[in-house]
């Protein structure tokens, strides 16, 4: 049984991830199911967001469209938009929620969100930044700080490590080693068999960064401050040891002149 195939995966891809996802011929929709620190992390997120309601909020990076579902059912009259890369996660997120005439999918880049300035009061992501790679990871900043309202919301939750360093640094691969290891026999012991196939799979494309970027939050939030989002705080989704984490913060006011 081919669950995940990680092999022709290329590396250097235009869009990160987007290669492997858009060859993910599994069924998405129910690969964390058994992973509580996914449906953990995606009820976090939704505390995190504040209240939406009346409001326009962009999942970026949205795949299947799973957490995206979630914010239609708690914010009937919210205005939401799903941007992803991946044709063929476009397509089952449209599958999911393309009837309701309140959200709208689109195919974009967290590097060219195809949004106006200033558009959405928050930008909400799950599992998909760790797909930019490390230079272009101001530039992703600035384009997220740039479809934000003033004042408006960040929520960006996804896997980092502790250790910043060159692919090769014994001291990095140990710490992810060790979270992905960990992980994974922690999918095993929830009954996520898939799940730990998945995670065991990307061990080698973390550690040679082919297509997956992992940093510490660190990393991100230095990014973030220089692209004008402030107050920025970082929140450990249980258990805290496997660097599944939640970065927010809120993107400042401008001076008037
Ligand atoms: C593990 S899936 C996460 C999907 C979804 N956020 C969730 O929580 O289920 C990673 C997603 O990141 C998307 N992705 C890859 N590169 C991206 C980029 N440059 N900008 C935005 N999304 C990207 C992939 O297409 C894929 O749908």
């Given amino acids: 049984m081919?669950?995940?195939?990680?092999?022709?995966?290329?590396?250097?891809?235009?869009?990160?991830?987007?290669?492997?996802?858009?060859?993910?011929?599994?069924?998405?929709?129910?690969?964390?199911?058994?992973?509580?620190m996914y449906w953990e992390a995606l009820d976090m997120m939704l505390e995190l967001s504040g209240d939406l309601a009346g409001k326009r909020a962009l999942d970026l990076g949205c795949g299947a469209g799973v957490f995206l579902s979630r914010l239609a059912e708690a914010f009937p009259n919210a205005e939401l938009y799903g941007v992803d890369p991946s044709k063929k996660m476009?397509?089952?997120?449209?599958?999911?929620?393309?009837?309701?005439?309140r959200v709208r999918i689109l195919r974009g880049s967290a590097l060219r969100i195809p949004l106006p300035d200033e558009h959405v009061h928050a930008v909400l992501s799950n599992l998909a930044l760790h797909h930019v790679p490390p230079p272009e990871r101001p530039a992703c900043a600035r384009e997220i700080a740039r479809v934000l309202r003033p004042g408006g919301r960040l929520v960006y939750a996804d896997l980092f490590c502790d250790v910043e360093g060159p692919p090769e640094d014994p001291d990095r691969c140990r710490d992810i080693i060790q979270?992905?290891?960990?992980?994974?026999?922690?999918?095993?012991?929830?009954g996520a068999y898939r799940t730990m196939l998945l995670h065991l799979g990307d061990i080698p494309a973390v550690l040679t960064e082919d297509g997956e970027y992992f940093t510490t939050d660190r990393v991100w939030r230095e990014a973030f401050r220089e692209a004008g989002i402030e107050r920025l705080e970082v929140k450990p989704v249980p258990p805290e040891e496997f660097g599944y984490r939640i970065i927010t913060g809120i993107k400042a006011w401008t001076e008037e002149v």
């Fill in 90 to 101: 476009v397509r089952r997120c449209e599958r999911r929620l393309g009837h309701s005439a």
């Fill in 179 to 190: 979270k992905m290891v960990g992980k994974s026999l922690y999918d095993l012991d929830h």
């Fill in 2 to 36: 081919t669950i995940i195939r990680r092999q022709g995966f290329v590396k250097g891809f235009e869009d990160g991830g987007m290669g492997f996802w858009d060859r993910f011929d599994g069924d998405y929709e129910s690969l964390f199911d058994r992973d509580p």
